[in-house]
């Protein structure tokens, strides 16, 4: 499992904490906590890290097509 914060920080800036809880099965309040900065994220799980960077590489590739 490979965790990129940059990836995961950039999708903070895209999607809402709902949206990105209800997507990734994730709960809000751990998403909402990394989102605002409540939370390191270098101090989240490493599952928690790599749920974050797959959904996000998601996220990416859907904006791609639909352009």
Same mark, same amino acid.
């Given at each position: 499992m490979k965790v990129d914060t940059d990836k995961?920080?950039?999708l903070f800036d895209r999607e809402?904490?709902?949206r990105i809880s209800k997507d990734t099965? +994730? $709960? +809000?309040?751990v998403v909402y906590r990394l989102a605002k900065g409540e939370?390191? +994220?270098e101090n $989240?799980?490493?599952r928690v890290g790599a749920i974050l960077t797959e959904y996000a590489k998601d996220v990416v590739?859907?904006?791609k097509q639909e352009d």
């Open positions: 995961i920080r950039e809402t904490p709902y099965g +994730l $709960a +809000l309040v939370r390191k +994220l $989240a799980s490493i590739k859907q904006e």
